[in-house]
């Protein structure tokens, strides 16, 4: 069975940092881009990062470049995102997604891209 499965949010101060971990199972992992996103009360669902198959190739939104960081191991099947320098508006829910590719390249942060999506994991960034 194909799956994602995220961890680490939870409830952080402004200034603080979390680790984020997508876990993926079912799948041959390196043949997937992945991507991270998150989904605010009354905001769209927003990209904050992507990651290529082999992981050479990132991208990010200006609204997290510079503070938050994603990276694979695909021997581990994960993908992690570290976030720095949290904000109260970073606060949502985040979401790993994947896609198969034959692209080694590939990384976007369009939601339409990918089909396979994990249940999320809540950041809340409050003092």
């Known amino acids: 069975q194909l799956q994602l499965v995220e961890s680490g949010g939870g409830l952080v101060q402004p200034g603080g940092s979390l680790r984020l971990s997508c876990a993926a199972a079912g799948f041959t992992f390196d043949s997937y881009t992945i991507g991270w996103f998150r989904h605010a009360p009354g905001k769209e669902r927003e990209g904050v990062s992507c990651?290529?198959?082999?992981?050479?190739?990132?991208n990010y939104p200006d609204s997290v470049k510079g503070r938050f960081t994603i990276s694979r191991d695909n021997t581990k099947n994960t993908v992690y995102l570290q976030m720095n320098s949290l904000k109260p508006e970073d606060t949502a829910v985040y979401y790993c997604a994947a896609r198969a590719t034959r692209f080694q390249a590939m990384c976007t942060m369009n939601p339409l891209e990918f089909g396979l999506w994990g249940q999320g994991t809540q950041v809340t960034v409050a003092s």
């Open positions: 990651i290529s198959r082999n992981g050479d190739r990132t």
